[in-house]
């Protein structure tokens, strides 16, 4: 069965530190899709990021970096130099290669980022 | 170029009543999805269409109907509402079933049942 664990629930951190959000998936495929999404207070969801089962290469964007780890299953995102305007929920999800597409969803990350 | 649009944003319901969840995009993506999003939950999958005439159940569909008779709209029917179904729902599309295709994802609709 395919499954995604971001095994935080909540996170609080106080504004510029680091922060790193879990995300462990199970699939028995070898062809895959992770992605992680940014569901702010006003409740839309943006793409952050898609990262295909073929390429372990980490990945920075600005402030963000993301480590895919297929060894253990891993997926993990890091927030360099907090900012209050990263409070927010994270989801990682899944989908399998060749699927119909749809999305297997963590239970989400509450980031809250304080002054 | 619009995206997908969901309507209403907003809606309260009472129990026993029915209505309709609008999405439509204007991307023409073969793919659409419904999903509902429960507090402190993922987004779990109601149903989905890989095009038009073609619908299929997700993880959650007891309670709704789909339909899919052109490639830009997907409604979502309740029928018989009941608390349960309280929920905030998207509604997504995509072109491809391909990897380098991304989601477009509607901004979502908060249903209450009471």
């Known amino acids: 069965a395919q499954k995604v664990t971001q095994a935080q629930t909540e996170i609080s951190v106080v504004e510029k530190e680091d922060v790193t959000l879990d995300c462990v998936y199970e699939?028995?495929?070898?062809?895959?899709?992770l992605f992680w999404y940014k569901q702010p207070p006003s409740g839309e969801l943006v793409f952050l990021i898609r990262?295909?089962?073929?390429?372990?290469q980490n990945e920075i964007s600005g402030r963000y970096s993301w480590n895919f780890q297929k060894s253990t299953s891993s997926f993990n995102f890091t927030i360099t130099a907090s900012q209050v305007v990263d409070s927010a929920v994270y989801f990682c999800?899944?989908?399998?290669?060749?699927?119909?597409?749809?999305?297997?969803f963590g239970k989400g990350t509450k980031l809250s980022v304080k002054p | 170029n619009a995206g997908v649009t969901q309507t209403p944003k907003f809606r309260i319901l009472k129990i026993g009543q029915s209505m309709t969840l609008q999405c439509a995009q204007d991307?023409?993506?073969?793919?659409m999805y419904w999903y509902r999003q429960d507090p402190g939950m993922g987004l779990k999958l109601i149903y989905y269409?890989?095009?038009?005439?073609?619908?299929d159940k997700g993880e959650v569909p007891n309670g709704y109907n789909v339909s899919r008779s052109t490639t830009e709209d997907f409604p979502l029917r309740l029928e018989l509402a009941a608390p349960s179904q309280t929920s905030v729902y998207f509604c997504?599309?995509?072109?491809?079933?391909?990897?380098?295709?991304?989601?477009?994802f509607g901004s979502g609709t908060r249903l209450t049942v009471v």
């Open positions: 699939t028995r495929d070898t062809t895959y899709y």
């Open positions: 990262r295909n089962s073929f390429d372990e």
């Open positions: 991307m023409n993506h073969n793919y």
């Open positions: 999800a899944l989908r399998l290669g060749g699927s119909q597409g749809n999305l297997i």
């Open positions: 269409s890989v095009g038009a005439g073609i619908t």
């Open positions: 997504a599309s995509l072109l491809g079933s391909g990897g380098s295709y991304g989601y477009t």
